[in-house]
């Protein structure tokens, strides 16, 4: 397990980071995931082979939740 | 001011005119007026409304935006056009506000984290190279120039400098270092220009765990917190409910129920459905308390330890090192007709080759050169001293025990603390008093603990009786025990979390490096002067970098201001819009209102939360 971080651009509603955070923490690859808003950034851990169908996944989610909201590598 | 809100001032400007233009002004027909309050409406809810109807066919029928968007139409639909765009002009406005809090707390949290070196002097192939510091490898060789950051932690190779520590401890008392002195990144170096050797990557610095320490500390949850997005998760849901019964039962149920009035109490429960208010301020209230600690110096590892540490009730503190600096010193000297002076030199000259921790306090405070050629003869007596040729003058040094074995005539001292008697020729000469010194800061401390209302300072140590009791006496503290094993220290603080009151929390100050099972058995382990000590950092809950016992007391006191703050945002929170809900329910009250208790409730309790960067008024 590797732990990443990712920084949630247009993130301006509390409410919605806890939303999206949930809907997150069902993706399976991934585990520990945390939105801060306070700080906007994602965390999540998963495998290193897993990272970036990891990340597709989380992607699509997000586009559908919040589509205004982008993630940028730290 | 961002380019976004820049963008949200001009509509809100254009669409308030629009408004004020509509009320002041009669046109012709009502149809003009009316148009105009449209148009005011369209400049600043065109967005949430596409958003909603965005949302509506993802099948989010709780989201905000809808939400809004609904309360607002509906009013439209019942003929309150002033209404209408009130709400949504003011909702914007209050958005806007929040934004400018938000920004701000996210400000003030990024100059928390400001110890983020940004980049690293390299030399590599001859040349200094800027980097960034995660691109260092260890054994390189970076400079560091007056004024800047050191990136990494590293060995001094050249230079000699003073740093300022206060970033990570949050003190500014300037550090001398020179050649062979370690660093630690964060640090500020002062007065000239060092090249350091690096012994660690940037990920295991020093500084990088301090700001990830921080960072995730909002991850271990407090209960407030956990409270907080439950309640969040069924708010919505119940308001809508209570909005759609509102609108549908009074209807069926009274015979005079006039559908447009029931519907307008109805939507004023839409604009209230958002828990933002505390979803925001609870988490920043905790963040920004670990933020405020982290500032002085108190690394918490989590919002539930910040929670925690407000009930302490009890604290157990080790002795060595915690609350006396742990360091032997010669406290006194009594003589006999001979300068003091002269006792502690004839004593440091007769133990000059003894490696014994007496030895090195007595060799630290006679501090100058010594002639070892003037000792012509040393001899150790086990358990006793020793006896030394000093000068060519027999000079016995050692405890009573000595004395009486060469039938010395001495006078014996009542002091505290480990006895060193000198002899001359035979004669009494004077006597030292050695002992490890009670920090000043300890005195403050324990003070402080008592007016943050904690009930028992118990200190467990494994040092001896006396020299325990005397640290004890003169402190203060209620109970202390005595030649403890570390597993006897572990019983200990269970017995005392079986006396502690329910809810109410036990700590333990340790030193980090000794004590790892006692800290994990505490419902709180502090270290101290954990200072670069991964053992001390990994092994407890919080982390004092100075080795000061009173900042402990101090992280009480933002524990409890916190927690208070918390209290006062979830308490006004809620009661606004439970008020508001029932004063709408009862049509006592207008949308207005409920405007206030959704974004204007969101913007006080971020404002009350940011009080907590105030740690000036805590030390």
Redesign the interface.
């Known amino acids: 397990m590797k732990k990443y971080q990712f920084k949630i651009i247009n993130l ?5 980071a ?1 939303k999206l955070e949930r809907i997150l923490e069902k993706i399976e690859l991934i585990e ?1 995931v ?1 939105i ?6 994602l ?1 999540f851990e998963c495998q290193e082979s897993d990272k970036e169908k990891a990340l597709e996944t989380i992607r699509k989610k997000i586009k ?1 939740e919040e ?1 205004d909201l982008k993630i940028e590598e730290v | 001011m961002n380019r976004k809100q820049k963008k949200q001032w001009i509509k809100l400007i254009l669409s308030l005119f629009l408004c004020l233009l509509s009320f002041f002004i009669k046109f012709e027909t009502k149809k003009i007026n009316n148009g105009l309050l449209i148009l005011a409406y369209g400049i600043v809810g065109i967005d949430i409304v596409l958003k909603a109807i ?1 949302n509506l066919f ?1 099948g989010k029928m709780l989201d ?1 935006n809808f939400l809004m968007t609904i309360a607002t139409l509906g009013a439209f639909g019942i003929g309150e056009f002033p209404e209408a765009v009130a709400v949504m002009l003011f909702y914007q406005i209050g958005e806007l506000f929040q ?1 400018y809090a ?1 920004d701000k ?2 400000k003030s ?1 990024s100059d928390l984290m400001e110890i983020r070196p940004d980049y690293a002097n390299v030399y590599r192939k001859g040349k200094i190279l800027k980097v960034d510091p995660d691109e260092v490898k260890i054994d390189e060789i970076i400079f560091v120039k007056p004024g800047e950051k050191i990136p990494l932690d590293g060995r001094v190779i050249e230079g000699e400098s003073m740093l300022d520590t206060k970033a990570l401890t949050g003190e500014a008392v300037p550090r001398k270092v020179t050649v062979e002195d370690e660093v630690l990144s964060g640090c500020i170096n002062n007065t000239s220009s060092l090249k350091i050797k690096v012994t660690k990557e940037f990920g295991e610095s020093t500084v990088k765990k301090i700001l990830d320490l921080v ?2 500390a ?2 271990r949850k407090s209960v407030a917190e956990n409270f907080i ?1 439950k309640f ?1 998760r069924i708010y919505t849901p119940v308001v809508v409910i209570i909005a759609l019964l509102l609108m549908l039962l009074p209807n069926l149920i009274l015979k005079d129920a006039q559908f447009s009035d029931w519907f307008y109490r109805a939507l004023s429960f839409l604009v209230v459905s ?3 208010a505390l ?2 301020s609870i ?2 209230a905790f ?1 920004l308390g670990i933020g405020a600690a982290s500032k002085m110096g108190v690394l918490i590892k989590g919002s539930n330890y910040l929670e925690a540490l407000a009930k302490t009730e009890i604290i157990a503190c080790d002795k060595t090192g915690t609350l006396t600096e742990g360091v032997f010193k010669v406290q006194k000297i009594e003589s006999s007709g001979y300068s003091k002076k002269e006792v502690l030199k004839m004593a440091a000259l007769a133990e000059s080759f003894s490696n014994h921790p007496i030895s090195h306090s007595l060799k630290q405070a006679y501090g100058k050169k010594m002639n070892k050629k003037e000792v012509t003869k040393t001899q150790e007596i086990a358990g006793q001293g020793v006896l030394a040729i000093v000068e060519g003058q027999t000079v016995l040094v050692g405890n009573e025990k000595l004395m009486n074995k060469y039938k010395i005539n001495f006078e014996k001292s009542e002091e505290e603390g480990t006895l060193v008697y000198v002899a001359k020729n035979n004669e009494w000469i004077g006597t030292l008093v050695i002992s490890d010194k009670i920090k000043d800061d300890a005195y403050k401390a324990i003070q402080r603990f008592k007016k943050n209302r904690v009930k028992k300072i118990v200190m467990l140590t494994g040092d001896r009786e006396k020299a325990s009791a005397y640290v004890a006496k003169t402190l203060n503290l209620d109970e202390y025990h005595t030649e403890l094993l570390p597993q006897e220290k572990c019983e200990w603080i269970e017995k005392l979390i079986t006396e502690k009151t329910e809810n109410k929390k036990v700590i333990f100050v340790g030193d980090g490096i000794n004590d790892a099972p006692v800290l994990a058995l505490a419902d709180i382990g502090i270290s101290m002067g954990g200072l670069g000590s991964d053992a001390a950092i990994e092994a407890s809950d919080i982390v004092i970098m100075t080795d000061e016992p009173s900042k402990i007391a101090s992280s009480i006191q933002i524990s409890k201001k916190t927690m208070r703050i918390v209290k006062q945002n979830s308490f006004f929170a809620i009661a606004i819009k439970i008020g508001v809900l029932l004063l709408s329910a009862l049509g006592l009250t207008s949308m207005w209102a409920s405007v206030f208790a959704d974004v204007g409730v969101s913007i006080l309790a971020i404002l009350n939360a940011l009080r907590l960067l105030d740690v000036k008024k805590i030390s």
């Open positions: 301006d509603c509390a409410n919605c806890n520990n945390s801060s808003f306070i700080t906007q950034k965390t559908k589509p | 965005r993802k905000e934004s938000v707390s996210r949290i960072e995730n909002s991850s997005s969040a958002c828990p933002c979803v925001i988490p920043l963040f």
